[in-house]
């Protein structure tokens, strides 16, 4: 009898940790959302700055547009387009692949993001799309999605339906049906191609125009280049000997 007793004691233990290392899990994963969720809050408020709720419907508006455009029957696309949307593909394609967590890409995911690159690529038609874009685009959109606890699944509305304007307005700042408008928004934030912004103690709105270091590196004065003799300069004082085969 004292032998029962013993491995129904054993079983009761053993119930026991596993059910407080099941609310152990939980109350990590709870933290770990709330984390994310702070995380894309901060970016979104110094990328966007602080919007109203029309400043926001009205952005949103604005890409639902031009993601209904590039959602259409590609045989009626313009062979530029084509050509921008094969460039995009063959980049978002090679993107690293998140495994682990339950927060990786799907096939919505993937879309969304190849949209993102496209109405880009188009609306910045001096400078167009340029291969690592699509890194930048892929870090805002993982940051927007997890934010909004890890729904790969971007969009309620496909975008041959899309959303009426009603829907729009009435959305919520965090509406995962909008991840991939706000994930666009803040990409054109990133890039710099968008007013606005947090300012900072004196007033002076600063914003990094990551978009520079993609235009034309063929003059002294580019950003980019004005970049590497920054990174030319610190490798004379880090490795004198590396920095005098490269010149």
Known sequence: RRAVSRERRGDWIWFWIKHRASIDRSMDYRRDDDVLRARARRWAHALLGTESP???????????????????????????????????SMDVERLPVIE???????????????RVLIVHGEKSARRGYRQGMHEVAAMVFDVARDGRGGRASTSSASPAVGFTEEEIESATEDDVSFLEHDAYGMFEAFMGDVEGGVSDSAGDRKRLRLATYYEDASTPSSPINAAFRRIEKALVYIDAVLAQKLA
């Open 100 to 114: 682990g967590d339950g927060r990786g890409r799907d096939v919505e995911s993937i879309d969304a993001l190849m």
């Open 54 to 88: 029309r400043a926001r419907a009205t952005r949103r508006m604005t890409y639902e547009r031009a993601r209904a455009d590039v959602s259409g029957e590609r045989a009626s696309w313009s062979s530029d387009r084509r050509e921008l949307a094969r460039a995009v």
